[in-house]
């Protein structure tokens, strides 16, 4: 069972579509025992930074997502959250990873946010190796840059992280669910996680 974590997130339906499609069984939830319980979790997210800590600390999810212990899984924003902080409103995250989110700043052909379609180098780690030099779905005007964690990388305006891992948790700044193929194969190499 895969626990996706019940937050005022944006894209939770298609992420539970994107399951549905692989034939998983998971519940939409913010019950903490439930999300305990599960074999894998998924931390989704299209918002905005402190008024989603807000939420995750009003609920005190932000305490037990720091605490799992099996699988877990950030999207998007649920990426930058597993970092230390985020420059988006100057935002103190959950600090599974201790790199600072930080503001594209636009240049003149390439603007911000970041939005489409964009490829994927991995440098190590837990992606199937069939997503190396393809193509993802990214919208996103804050990167974590390139750290000692990082599994993937994508270039725009600059090369940033567009994979982490770290002990049980792992997260993509790309929408694996908005993805096609190349984003089943990536719910599919964590899925495969125990």
């Not at 930080?102 to 964009?118: C, Y």
Request: net charge negative; proline share 4%.
């Amino acid at each position: 069972m895969v626990a996706v974590i019940r937050y005022n997130a944006g894209n939770i339906r298609s992420v539970a579509f994107a399951l549905e499609r692989l034939d998983v069984e998971f519940s939409i939830t913010d019950n903490h025992e439930e999300i305990q319980k599960a074999d894998q979790v998924i931390f989704p997210g299209v918002g905005e930074a402190s008024s989603t800590m807000k939420y995750l600390q009003d609920h005190k999810l932000d305490i037990m997502i720091k605490e799992l212990k099996q699988p877990v899984l950030g999207i998007c924003l649920g990426m930058q959250l597993m970092c230390s902080f985020s420059e988006e409103n100057n935002t103190t995250c959950l600090g599974i990873f201790d790199e600072h989110v930080k503001l594209f700043q636009s240049v003149k052909h390439e603007k911000v946010p970041h939005m489409g379609w964009n490829s994927l180098t991995l440098t190590n780690g837990w992606l199937d190796n069939r997503v190396n030099e393809q193509f993802v779905y990214f919208v996103h005007s804050y990167y974590v840059p390139v750290n000692p964690h990082t599994t993937a990388i994508t270039d725009y305006i600059l090369p940033f992280s567009s994979a982490i891992k770290k002990d049980n948790f792992y997260a993509v700044q790309f929408h694996p669910e908005k993805s096609s193929l190349m984003g089943e194969i990536v719910l599919r190499s964590f899925l495969n996680k125990s």
